[in-house]
């Protein structure tokens, strides 16, 4: 199955602050989880209906819907309690 990929707009913004190498790193893990998932190193989150997989000294945090991953990126330490549910953008499969 192949998912929908959809960002949040606080996501989209922080992709924005890693070093191009980084960001190119980060955003190759998200648009993989749209064909697998749950890729080998990834973990559930304890609290909520959540994943996450590391890249780095980053982490991708999502949930999985029927269809549809939702995609919460944070740097590595942070707190999921700064992740807000604002604006949802779709986020591109194919690199531009």
Avoid: N
């Amino acid at each position: 199955m192949v998912y929908r990929l959809e960002i949040l707009h606080s996501a989209q913004k922080q992709l924005e602050k890693p070093e191009r190498g980084d960001r190119e790193r980060v955003v190759a893990q998200i648009r993989a989880l749209a064909a697998q998932s749950r890729p080998p190193g990834c973990a559930t989150l304890s609290g909520r209906p959540a994943w996450r997989v590391r890249v780095g000294a980053y982490r991708v945090i999502y949930e999985i819907h029927d269809e549809m991953l939702l995609i919460w990126w944070s740097p590595l330490g942070a707190d999921g309690a700064c992740v807000h549910s604002g604006d949802v953008v779709t986020f591109p499969l194919k690199a531009h």
